[in-house]
């Protein structure tokens, strides 16, 4: 049997060495060559792994550079919700004030269609998701809630400047996100 260590020096004119294994499973002619084919597997295994996270992380840098705006919309509301969902936990649905939910969602007051109020704190509480989902928001209830946690001042301004625009550019909103993640981060570090 020929020695898997590659670099075997004890074979004739540089190659490897024939050997009779001593053990089942014997690869090498020595434990020298045995210490060496681990080694040399292990900096293989080391640089294979480096370059496959270095791989990931091209390939984020790349997704990220041709991500359309609407991407990175789609990329804050996730975080944005996630924050909403964090902030108010523990606390009952807005509208029904459940405290049991399949699933709770981050419910908006002012639809999301209405950019404006989009990523607006105040427009966004937590919601189950029958309400959220199955009765559409399930307004009436939501606004009468909304009224006694901001005031009817603050919702009646959240309803006038509903149809103000808002255009985000891909800096603002990758600040935004990375603003939303380190809250995100700090609510989590709270509750631990």
Not at 35 to 59: A, D, F, G, H, P
Request: net charge positive; aromatic share 8%.
């Amino acid at each position: 049997m020929l020695c898997k260590n590659k670099l075997c020096k004890k074979g004739n004119f540089d190659k490897r060495a024939k050997f009779e294994p001593e053990r089942v499973g014997q690869a090498c002619c020595s434990v020298e060559c045995a210490i060496e084919l681990i080694q040399s597997k292990t900096y293989v295994n080391q640089r294979e792994k480096e370059i496959r996270v270095k791989n990931v992380k091209e390939k984020k840098i790349l997704m990220d550079k041709w991500k359309t705006h609407g991407q990175w919309i789609q990329d804050f509301q996730k975080v944005f919700n996630k924050f909403i969902r964090l902030r108010d936990l523990g606390i009952p649905c807005i509208s029904c004030g459940t405290a049991k939910a399949e699933d709770w969602h981050a419910g908006h007051y002012i639809a999301t269609t209405y950019q404006y109020l989009r990523f607006n704190e105040l427009n966004v509480n937590v919601q189950c998701s029958k309400c959220n989902t199955h009765l559409r928001g399930n307004l009436i209830p939501y606004r009468i809630a909304l009224i006694e946690k901001i005031g009817l001042v603050a919702v009646e301004e959240l309803e006038n400047t509903r149809h103000l625009t808002l255009k985000l550019t891909i800096p603002e909103i990758k600040e935004q996100i990375e603003i939303y993640k380190a809250k995100i981060k700090s609510i989590e570090s709270q509750n631990n």
